[in-house]
């Protein structure tokens, strides 16, 4: 019976993990949904930026690995601490979306940015320390925000 409680208590905690993780992707993806055009259209861009239909699936892939990350580290040093530094991660993720494509802000943005890069750094590092899966799922996400950095620091430069 303890063995049965203790699968779903994870299970449960992955749902909860997963459904705060998603709400993210939701505010942003309503943002980005809502006040994208035509404002987006008229910006110049790099030619490094990808078209439009590779956003949804790399973002739904990558806040899966997210999830997965902060659960498998949850249960494996249940740091509560680290799970509140992800939360507000999370919350900078969601506002970028907001400055970006609500208020049209480049700039802003880019900063926004910065500080997630910071957190993502900061919850990769702490997750090698604890998990290795979470580490390397972590290490996408790393890589395509530094890769968004790029986009959003040429859109600055063109705009």
């Given at each position: 019976?303890y063995?049965?409680?203790?699968l779903?208590?994870?299970?449960?905690?992955?749902?909860?993990?997963a459904?705060?993780?998603y709400?993210?992707s939701?505010?942003?993806?309503?943002?980005?949904?809502?006040?994208?055009?035509?404002?987006?259209?008229?910006?110049?861009?790099?030619?490094?930026?990808?078209?439009?239909?590779?956003?949804?699936?790399?973002?739904?892939?990558?806040?899966?690995?997210?999830?997965?990350?902060?659960?498998?580290?949850?249960?494996?040093?249940?740091?509560?601490?680290?799970?509140?530094?992800?939360?507000?991660?999370?919350?900078?993720?969601?506002?970028?979306?907001?400055?970006?494509?609500?208020?049209?802000?480049?700039?802003?943005?880019?900063?926004?940015?910065?500080?997630?890069?910071?957190?993502?750094?900061i919850?990769?590092f702490?997750?090698?320390?604890?998990?290795?899966?979470?580490?390397?799922?972590?290490?996408?996400?790393?890589?395509?925000?530094?890769?968004?950095?790029?986009?959003?620091?040429?859109?600055?430069l063109?705009?």
């Amino acid at each position: 019976m303890y063995n049965m409680n203790m699968l779903k208590n994870k299970f449960i905690s992955f749902i909860i993990l997963a459904i705060i993780t998603y709400s993210a992707s939701f505010i942003g993806s309503i943002a980005t949904i809502s006040y994208k055009e035509p404002w987006y259209s008229t910006l110049n861009k790099s030619f490094l930026t990808p078209p439009d239909w590779v956003f949804a699936p790399v973002w739904t892939t990558l806040y899966l690995f997210m999830a997965i990350a902060i659960w498998s580290v949850w249960h494996k040093s249940y740091n509560i601490n680290l799970v509140l530094i992800y939360l507000i991660h999370l919350c900078f993720n969601t506002t970028w979306s907001i400055v970006f494509f609500v208020f049209h802000n480049i700039e802003l943005a880019l900063l926004n940015l910065i500080v997630i890069l910071t957190f993502i750094a900061i919850l990769t590092f702490k997750y090698k320390k604890i998990n290795n899966l979470s580490f390397y799922l972590m290490i996408p996400y790393l890589l395509w925000s530094c890769y968004a950095l790029i986009l959003n620091f040429t859109l600055v430069l063109l705009n």
